[in-house]
């Protein structure tokens, strides 16, 4: 049937469904259902237990909840302390990846072999790029990705084995092949949609992740000691989250029925890419662009201040009341990924030429959270967060706007791969949340 046909059929029914599937509102409260997997105060639903990482917001004094600067554990280490042990010139995606994986710090001989093992691995098959990649090019770098990753399927002999160790295998292959996947992806689309010459370099093995990103995006190769540790530093920030975001819990769900890590990778992909998960840093960007048409002087508190106004108030950009990368489901007075990001944003911005910039990125995180409070009611307090930052950085870099939410899977996908091998050891059981039926019998 042809898509306008189908679409008008399906319009004409919209109605039906919308009047026969509406459950009003007062109806989860009035049986205890917690929508969103969370109660009335955010709280998420404990579904599980983890010793990936841990996540603090609140602290308890005299059994009081108290909101608190933001606190995160990878493993058991302050994720502050893992990225001040590496020091300045150190990059660290691959040795965090490995403290992720297998729950220990590697040794020098241990992280030595790791990043063999991930250079070996950062391959696609013969003639992958051209016949899977480049046959359908699409701005949607994160569903070109999602498709590469169930075409990879196709391509291992032990696609059904769900032991741990095979399971383990086919994560450290997808962490090192998932920048290629981006990348080429990115590639293909420019050329075939922008017009724009498709330059496709191989990586390097000598090179770390995010140095081969850099490398295989730009056609002349060059990059920056400041940028390869900055990107660096944002992809271990975005590494791992706890297990209840949606992506981590995606996987884990997928995971307990026992289906294989393409198909698990492939969900939580899916989950990333939606605009309330992964898309956070493109609306920040969008916001930002939008304050700079409209507000003279970045300097100028009270010219700013009275435009971030009007955007609460649901008067200017895209009139939702929202200041994008304020605020955090979990954090409440600070997530400690921002306030670590930021110090490398500034060695950036002073390299770029973009102290303008940061001083309007600066105003907006001094600003917004005084006119929220004042126009919302605010329960566990306003604070930036990692993507308030981090679609600048990605801008700064000169990677297209296409692919921010695949930067994020770049990085997350680390995480997801602890989470599969953490569900497949401990949980034998399929996770089955119950739902009430309030459904009229006819």
């Known amino acids: 049937m042809e898509v306008n046909r189908l679409l008008e059929y399906a319009r004409g029914r919209e109605e039906i469904c919308r009047s026969n599937d509406a459950i009003a509102p007062e109806m989860y409260g009035h049986y205890g259902v917690k929508r969103g997997l969370r109660d009335e105060n955010g709280n998420g639903v404990l579904a599980g237990l983890t010793n990936i990482s841990k996540v603090i917001a609140f ?19 302050r994720v502050e302390r893992l990225l001040g042990e590496l020091g300045e010139d150190t990059l660290g995606y691959e040795k ?27 391959s696609l098959p013969s003639n992958f790029t051209r016949d899977v990649i480049m046959k359908a090019p699409s701005g949607d770098i994160m569903n070109s990705m999602t498709r590469s990753i169930l075409t990879l399927a196709s391509y291992d002999d032990h696609i059904s084995d769900a032991s741990v160790a095979n399971s383990l295998r086919q994560c450290i292959q997808l962490i090192a092949e998932f920048p290629l996947l981006a990348v080429y992806a990115y590639h293909a689309y420019n050329y ?11 990586p390097d093995p000598n ?14 190769k060059k990059y920056t000691k400041t940028e ?38 492939a969900a939580a992909m899916s989950s990333l890419k939606g605009p309330k998960h992964g898309g956070a840093n493109i609306k920040v960007m969008e916001m930002m662009d939008d304050i700079r048409k409209n507000v003279r002087d970045f300097a100028d508190k009270e010219e700013l201040s009275a435009y971030l106004t009007r955007i609460i108030k649901k008067d200017a950009f895209d009139k939702k009341g929202l200041v994008y990368g304020m605020g955090h489901a979990i954090y409440s007075l600070s997530d400690p990924r921002e306030r670590v990001f930021k110090e490398y944003v500034a060695k950036l911005a002073a390299e770029k030429g973009r102290d303008a910039d940061l001083t309007l990125y600066r105003n907006v995180e001094e600003l917004a959270p005084m006119l929220i409070a004042q126009h919302r009611r605010i329960y566990k307090g306003v604070s930036p967060n990692v993507d308030f930052y981090s679609g600048f950085v990605y ?9 921010y939410t695949a ?36």
């Open 192 to 202: 075939s949609e922008n017009g724009e010459s498709m330059v496709i370099h191989r």
């Open 395 to 403: 801008d700064m870099l000169g990677i297209p706007v296409e692919l």
């Open 59 to 77: 602290d308890y004094p005299g059994g009081v909840k108290t909101p608190c600067d933001g606190k995160l554990w990878y493993r058991g280490y």
């Open 407 to 442: 930067m994020f899977a770049i990085a997350r996908i680390v995480g997801w791969s602890a989470h599969r091998i953490e569900e497949l050891i401990c949980m034998d059981k399929i996770i089955r949340p119950a739902y009430m039926s309030v459904m009229e019998e006819k």
């Open 96 to 122: 965090i990846a490995y403290l992720l994986l297998t729950g220990d710090l590697p040794t020098k001989a241990e992280l030595a072999d790791f990043c063999s093992t991930i250079a070996e691995c950062r």
């Open 207 to 220: 090179l770390s992740t995010a140095e081969n990103f850099l490398m295989m995006l730009r056609p002349d």
């Open 228 to 265: 390869a540790k900055v990107l660096d530093t944002a992809l271990i920030l975005h590494m791992e989250h706890g297990g209840g975001n949606n992506s981590t819990f995606t996987t884990r769900v997928i995971t307990s029925s026992g289906s294989d890590t393409y198909s698990t990778m």
